[in-house]
């Protein structure tokens, strides 16, 4: 029951890190479609995906609140909830899962790793790395949590990858 629970408790990271794929569909959002710092970063990492990605997972946290979910939150001891609650917690993990993925990429560039070219394992886990380091003071999983969740997120990449480039929605499959 405690994996689930956690997985649950992450979800929205989960979501904040497949959002930039799923954003890159809508027309309205290509004109953020410019990148953060190409030098830097590569060309892949946006604005759009950046600064939307924890909305929505906000947005999850919301839902989460909405579909009286969240009391499963407080049992870790969080923040009292509330939609506002609820909203601060997805939003931070989605800050989380997108300051994980731009420091991979950044480390992916000194390293000469071609943007939208593998890093394996690293593509899965930089951004669950992200999101419980920026929820740590909030809460920490025990080490059979954070193992999971790490374990896990590269399963989700892959799945999410794998779905994203069989519907034409990525060029690249890893």
């Not at 995906?49 to 969240?70: D, E, K, R, T, Y």
């Amino acid at each position: 029951m405690y994996f689930l629970q956690i997985l649950y408790l992450y979800l929205p990271a989960f979501v904040a890190n497949a959002a930039p794929v799923v954003f890159a569909r809508v027309p309205v959002m290509r004109r953020w479609n410019q990148p953060i710092d190409a030098q830097l970063l590569g060309k892949n990492k946006t604005m759009r995906g950046f600064f939307f990605s924890p909305l929505v997972a906000g947005f999850v946290g919301i839902l989460q609140f909405a579909l009286n979910f969240l009391p499963q939150v407080s049992r870790f001891s969080l923040i009292h909830p509330s939609l506002l609650g609820a909203l601060f917690v997805g939003m931070l993990l989605g800050l989380g899962a997108m300051l994980g993925d731009v420091l991979k990429s950044y480390f992916k560039r000194r390293i000469k790793i071609a943007p939208g070219k593998a890093w394996p394992v690293i593509d899965g886990i930089d951004y669950m790395v992200g999101a419980l380091l920026l929820f740590a003071p909030y809460y920490v999983p025990t080490i059979d949590g954070m193992l999971f969740l790490l374990f896990v997120g590269p399963l989700a990449s892959l799945l999410a990858n794998t779905v994203s480039y069989c519907v034409g929605w990525k060029k690249v499959w890893y």
